[in-house]
Every structure is written in structure tokens, then in C-alpha cells.
């Protein structure tokens, strides 16, 4: 039987404010235990949250750039449950009303394009974090993220293969960096996923019966997960059992899902609005004035990049597919021209994105500035070197070599004399002394080998040190053994 | 609508009171009886009302991202009934 996969999946993005979501106690990550959980963030009799504006501000920056409608009125209500690292017996989270409703994101799969639909996305508190270690038979609880605010953003079952969830996982982690609401560390825990699976006959209607993988915090570890999940699933149904609604967790070690609570019970959070809150308004001048300060989004930019530099869709959602991959290739083609755009795509993703890859390093810890890499593209465009020099040039500027300064590469074309040679007569000069010294390939090619005159050009660059235009020495070449 | 000793053994359950035999009728008693005043309350025609999510009819006052608050652990943990390296110790909570 061919079978159908269904995946949504819940991301909790770690806001980037500098203080609680209902408290001024800070969020600085690697603080002593319990040193930033102020009285309010460990739940102590009497206190009261107070809403922090900047979480807002990260929420409505959200919505915008997934073309959602942000709620003119929002509310908090409380989501009761019991576990000790959350101090008041309850979440403040939203739930009927949540501030960003609906929107989406455009992911890519290869060539694919595919569109995955939001639910929602609220804003909502952390829990603080248990250790079950070295304690004598007890669990520690440092509260210091009890009260850090948090996103939760909800996607419909749009995902059809784990390649799906990962590529949709990966463009919302680039998306919350690029617009700066989330610094999208996931060891730290600031972006963190959910993914709920199901399997159902193809051709099916109803969705099959769904399990939820908690805490997934690398995309690798996800597509792991979701594939045994999956199987898993597969077999069972196969096998005659029914599947039942469960979360799991996956154990990287062994590459295994495994059932964590039954959620029968669990479900039944008994949210009600928060009193301690009054609703969120949100006003239609706030919008604008945030949206007035949002960066130009990589749906625009893309088609910006299509438009003036005439690149594939495929390349400008590769130069857009995080913030600092965008802001090196306008860096460089600030430089180099806008005429020289489609040649600085070519060199990031090729020549540069290999070296970076093969050093498992981020564009942006590259030795080779923006403006060194234009400075070399343009000494391309105008015929100071050629391709192949070029490569040569390359390798010294990612070994640091050319002074470091935007003008690198001109320093390195100038010290190690790669300069092209046009000029005609000197490379006349260096064809007939190479036609002197290979009469057999002359006479070869004048029987009629093709492959003689390739050799013999062969020679001239190599007589040159690569620098002759190999248009020019074709051409001259031609010109001689025809005469 | 009124509950039953099963409900108010779940509810119970839910919000991790312990109930006697005893407590669990009364409590069932005055759930009911809460639940009555509820009935009354859903009696009133609100057509045309707009729903509120707060007694109150103002909205949400916004404070300005700062930190203002400073560490003070040593005040909270003197009265937590056991803490080590500076955590709040608790009966081991295993999944």
C-alpha cells in the first residue's frame, strides 16, 4: 500500500528581548541557577505580571512578515497544569484569541516550491528547567527561564515528507533571524520544534491518528525522528494495531521515537482568560510603525534579485536563504556593479560556498570579505585576469593573503604578476616561438588533427603562465596557421 | 448542568486536591451550587453584546523592555523548604 505522510509542525522562537515576558528579571543565557527568577517569575503570593511591549513588538514583526493578520484584540489565558519547574500551576499563553492569526511560508524542496499555511503563532511564557541529576533522589528547578517569552508558531498539516518539515523549519529559523525577533540558537533551546505525524492510506480523506515528537533541536535530528516515526507507524498499522495519540521523545543515541505520556489527561489544560491580564490592543497606527521598520523580506528581496540581476529563482532563494548570506551578496554587489550581479551569485554559491562548506563555516565567518571578493570580480569583468587566474587569486585571498584591505585582490594579481597579457604583439611573439618549438603539432594539425591546434594553444598559455586571454590566443593562433 | 461525584473526583484529580468521601459531596454540593448561578447568568439575552475576556473593560498596559530586577536568591531560597547549588529542590519528577 502507498502510503501518505502528514506533519505540522510547533515552533516555540525564544524572543530577543532583554527582559521577561511579565517581569523585568533579564534573560541572559548561562546565568547561576535561579539568580534571574524575581518574585513575580517564581510565583509568590500577590504579584502581578505586566506585559512586556517589545515582546509585542516581536509578535506583530512576526505576523507582518508572514502576511497574517495581527489582532486588533488579543487575550491571555492561563493553561493549567502541573509540573515543578512551572511555579504558578499554570502558563499564561494565549488561546481563543491568539495576537497572530493565519499567513504562511513559502518553502522549497529542491526545484519544488510549496506553500505551508499558519494556524497561528502566540505569545506565551517559558517554563523554567528541571535537572534530575546528583540531587540525592530529588530534581533541582533553576526557574531563570521560568517567565522568558516565547512564540509559539503553528503551522496546518501542510508537510508531506520530512524533507518538507525540515525545509519549512529551516526558512522560519532564517525568517525570525532575518526580521531580529530570535537569535535562532538551537542548542540553547531559543527555537525549538514540535512535530506532529501521521500516516494515512494515499487517496485517503480523514487524517490518520496522530503522535507528537517534542523538543527537536537540530533539523537533522528531525528528519531522523520524523522518518523512524513514520516506519514506525507504517508497521504498526501493517501490523494490525492501531496507533494511538501519544508524545514521544526521540533519542538521538539510538535514532528512536518512544512514547512519553499517554495524553489522555494531558489535554485537559483547562484554559481560561487570565485575570491578572487585560486584553492586547493593538492598534492599526502601532502596525504601521512597526512594519516601517521591518528589513525588506526575502520573498521581496528574491524577486528583487530576479529583476535587477537578472538571477534564477533558484539563486535568489539561495542568496536570501539567511540574512548574512543576503547581506554579503549586496555588499558585494554594491562594489562590483549591478552589472556584475549575475558573476558575484555565481562565485558565492560556487568557488566561495564549496570553501566555506569544506570548512564547515557560516558566510558570514568568511576570511574573504564582500568587498575583496567584488574587488576580484571586477578585475574579471574588465579583463585584468582570467577566469582561471582568477581561482588562483581566490586561494590567496582565503589564505589571507593581499593585505586584507577591499583591494586585496589587486595586491595579489600585482605581487604575483598575473595581470593578462593583451597585448597582441607580445602574444605574437610568444605563438611563434611556440610554433617554433613544436613543429610536430603544426604538422599534425596541418594533416588535419583538430586535437594538434588544442595542444598548441595548450603551449601559448602555458608559455604565459595562464595570463594570455585564451580568446585572443585561439584566435591569433588561427590566424597564423591558416596564413 | 450539574456534576457528578465522578467529575468532582476528576476535577480533583486535575488540580491535585486531595478530597475525603466526605469533601467530595460537599464539594459537589457547592460546585452545583456555582454552576446554578452560571445557569442564571446564561439565561440573560446578550445578543448583539460583544463578548468581553475581562471584568474590566480597559485594556493592557505595556511595560518598556528593561531589566529592573536585581538577584535575590539568598531572600527567596530562605524560605524554600530545601535548595542546593541554588536550586529549589523537589521530590523527583521522573517521566
Redesign the interface.
Known amino acids: 500500500m502507498n502510503w501518505e505522510v502528514v506533519i505540522g509542525l510547533e515552533t516555540h522562537a525564544q524572543l530577543q528581548t532583554k527582559s521577561k515576558i511579565f517581569s523585568g528579571s533579564s534573560i541572559a543565557f548561562g546565568a547561576e541557577p535561579n539568580v534571574q527568577a524575581n518574585a513575580i517569575d517564581i510565583a509568590l503570593p500577590g504579584v502581578l505580571p505586566v506585559l512586556n511591549r517589545e515582546a509585542v513588538v516581536c509578535a506583530i514583526k512576526f505576523g507582518l512578515a508572514v502576511g497574517a493578520s495581527i489582532a486588533p484584540r488579543s487575550v491571555f489565558a492561563r493553561k493549567n497544569y502541573f509540573y515543578p519547574d512551572l511555579p504558578k500551576g499554570y502558563q499564561i499563553s494565549q488561546f481563543e484569541i491568539p495576537v497572530v492569526q493565519g499567513g504562511g511560508l513559502a518553502i522549497r524542496v529542491g526545484e519544488q516550491e510549496k506553500f505551508v499555511h499558519l494556524t497561528r503563532a502566540h505569545l506565551e511564557e517559558d517554563a523554567g528547567k528541571s535537572l534530575h541529576e546528583d540531587f540525592h533522589g530529588k530534581s533541582g528547578i533553576d526557574l531563570n527561564r521560568a517567565g522568558t517569552p516565547l512564540l509559539e508558531i503553528v503551522t496546518e498539516p501542510d508537510m508531506r515528507s520530512s524533507l518538507e518539515a525540515v525545509a519549512y523549519a529551516r526558512a522560519l529559523h532564517a525568517l525570525v533571524q532575518w526580521i531580529g525577533i530570535c537569535d535562532g540558537n538551537m542548542q540553547e533551546g531559543s527555537f525549538r520544534c514540535d512535530a506532529n505525524v501521521s500516516v494515512r492510506p494515499l487517496g485517503q480523506k480523514e487524517f490518520g491518528t496522530r503522535r507528537e515528537i517534542k523538543n527537536l533541536n537540530s533539523f537533522r535530528f528531525m528528519q531522523q525522528a520524523i522518518d523512524y516515526e513514520v516506519q514506525w507507524q507504517i508497521n504498526e498499522i501493517t501490523e494490525g494495531r492501531a496507533i494511538r495519540q501519544a508524545t514521544v521523545l526521540f533519542d538521538p543515541d539510538t535514532g528512536e521515537t518512544r512514547a512519553m505520556r499517554s495524553k489522555e489527561d494531558a489535554h485537559d489544560y483547562r484554559y481560561f482568560p487570565d485575570p491578572d491580564l487585560l486584553p492586547l490592543e493593538i492598534g492599526a497606527d502601532w502596525i504601521a510603525e512597526v512594519n516601517a521598520g521591518l528589513p525588506e523580506l526575502p520573498q521581496v528581496m528574491q524577486a528583487r534579485f530576479q529583476a535587477e540581476y537578472e538571477l534564477s529563482a533558484y539563486d535568489a532563494a539561495i542568496l536570501t536563504a539567511s540574512r548574512a548570506m543576503a547581506d554579503y551578496y549586496v555588499a558585494a554587489v554594491a562594489i562590483a556593479g549591478a552589472a556584475n550581479g549575475k558573476a558575484v551569485a555565481n562565485w558565492i554559491m560556487g568557488e566561495l560556498a564549496a570553501r566555506l562548506n569544506r570548512n564547515d563555516m557560516e558566510v558570514a565567518a568568511s576570511p574573504i570579505s564582500a568587498a575583496q571578493l567584488a574587488g576580484l570580480i571586477q578585475r574579471i569583468a574588465d579583463h585584468t585576469i582570467s577566469n582561471n587566474i582568477a581561482k588562483i587569486v581566490f586561494e590567496a585571498l582565503w589564505n589571507g593573503e593581499g593585505g586584507g584591505q577591499a583591494n586585496a585582490a589587486d595586491e595579489i594579481i600585482e605581487k604575483q604578476g598575473l595581470k593578462q597579457i593583451t597585448d597582441t604583439g607580445a602574444i605574437e611573439k610568444i605563438i611563434d616561438e611556440v610554433l617554433a618549438t613544436n613543429q610536430k603539432s603544426v604538422d599534425e594539425f596541418r594533416a588535419g588533427k583538430e586535437k594538434a591546434f588544442n595542444a598548441l594553444v595548450g603551449q601559448a598559455m602555458k608559455a604565459t603562465r595562464g595570463k594570455a586571454n585564451p580568446q585572443q590566443v585561439n584566435d591569433l593562433l588561427k590566424k597564423k596557421l591558416g596564413g | 448542568m450539574s456534576l457528578t461525584t465522578e467529575d468532582v473526583s476528576r476535577i480533583a484529580l486535575?488540580s491535585?486536591i486531595e478530597l475525603s468521601a466526605a469533601e467530595r459531596e460537599s464539594t459537589r454540593e457547592q460546585l452545583n451550587g456555582i454552576l446554578g448561578f452560571i445557569e442564571q447568568l446564561q439565561a440573560v439575552d446578550t445578543a448583539g453584546i460583544e463578548p468581553m475576556?475581562?471584568?474590566?473593560d480597559?485594556?493592557?498596559?505595556?511595560?518598556?523592555?528593561?531589566?529592573?530586577?536585581t538577584?535575590?536568591?539568598a531572600d527567596?531560597?530562605a524560605v524554600a523548604p530545601?535548595t542546593?547549588?541554588?536550586?529549589?529542590?523537589?521530590?523527583?519528577?521522573?517521566?
Request: a neutral charge; charged letters at 35%; aromatic letters at 6%.
Open positions: 486535575l491535585r475576556a475581562h471584568a474590566v480597559v485594556v493592557q498596559r505595556l511595560r518598556p523592555d528593561l531589566v529592573t530586577e538577584d535575590r536568591r527567596f531560597q530545601e542546593e547549588a541554588g536550586l529549589y529542590l523537589v521530590p523527583r519528577v521522573v517521566e
